[in-house]
T-cell receptor, first 113, second 113 residues
Framework: AQSVAQPEDQVNVAEGNPLTVKCTYSVSGNPYLFWYVQYPNRGLQFLLKYITGDNLVKGSYGFEAEFNKSQTSFHLKKPSALVSDSALYFCAVRATGFQKLVFGTGTRLLVSP | DAGVIQSPRHEVTEMGQEVTLRCKPISGHNSLFWYRQTMMRGLELLIYFNNNVPIDDSGMPEDRFSAKMPNASFSTLKIQPSEPRDSAVYFC???????????FGQGTRLTVV
């Protein structure tokens, strides 16, 4: 069975500093990996995905993520955080050949001015 | 495209009543997902369809829950009878192909009193 772990319930960072939101996964075979963001009272918005190819994936709003197969990780990063980045972030995984998308528990990012 | 459309946005009902949530996926998308989000359990996949056929309903909590997709442009999630513990935000999402990301609706906030 596939699963996702987001070990931090909350990440606090000052505006202008780099941010990292951690994600590790477990899946049989090659994974499809995704990051989504959720703002209050809204649905989930897609940020970026890893399917194959370059391990460093760039996405929306200046976010990027690095796929690390040996560590089964897919951490979300941004070089310089904005207050407007404050939201709930979800990592998700899907096994190749399967359609079921499994989400982590989410990490709340708080960026202080 | 208007995106995934869910209705109603908010629903308040009394325990024991039937509740029907509706979803219109993005045109051309062949996979549809129903998720439930609560503080305690996070995002749970309830059921997903591919080409209008239910593929995996193992996440449906009990027989009180049922979902249908009579055609490619419409799906319903029904709870009968509803209970207070069903209170949650229910999301519908659709996806165009196996490798692509899923697009989420705004959600239906259900409160059962």
């Amino acid at each position: 069975a596939q699963s996702v772990a987001q070990p931090e319930d909350q990440v606090n960072v000052a505006e202008g500093n780099p941010l990292t939101v951690k994600c590790t996964y477990s899946v049989s075979g090659n994974p499809y990996l995704f990051w989504y963001v959720q703002y209050p009272n809204r649905g989930l918005q897609f940020l970026l995905k890893y399917i194959t190819g370059d391990n460093l994936v760039k996405g929306s709003y200046g976010f990027e993520a690095e796929f690390n197969k040996s560590q089964t990780s897919f951490h979300l990063k941004k070089p310089s955080a904005l207050v407007s980045d404050s939201a709930l972030y979800f990592c998700a995984v899907r096994a190749t050949g399967f359609q079921k998308l499994v989400f982590g528990t989410g990490t709340r990012l708080l960026v202080s001015p | 495209d208007a995106g995934v459309i869910q209705s109603p946005r908010h629903e308040v009902t009394e325990m024991g009543q039937e509740v029907t949530l509706r979803c219109k996926p993005i045109s051309g998308h062949n996979s549809l997902f129903w998720y439930r989000q609560t503080m305690m359990r996070g995002l749970e996949l309830l059921i997903y369809f591919n080409n209008n056929v239910p593929i995996d309903d193992s996440g449906m909590p009990e027989d009180r829950f049922s979902a249908k997709m009579p055609n490619a442009s419409f799906s319903t999630l029904k709870i009968q009878p509803s209970e207070p513990r069903d209170s949650a935000v229910y999301f519908c999402a659709s996806r165009p192909d196996r490798a692509a990301e899923a697009f989420f609706g705004q959600g239906t906030r259900l409160t059962v009193v």
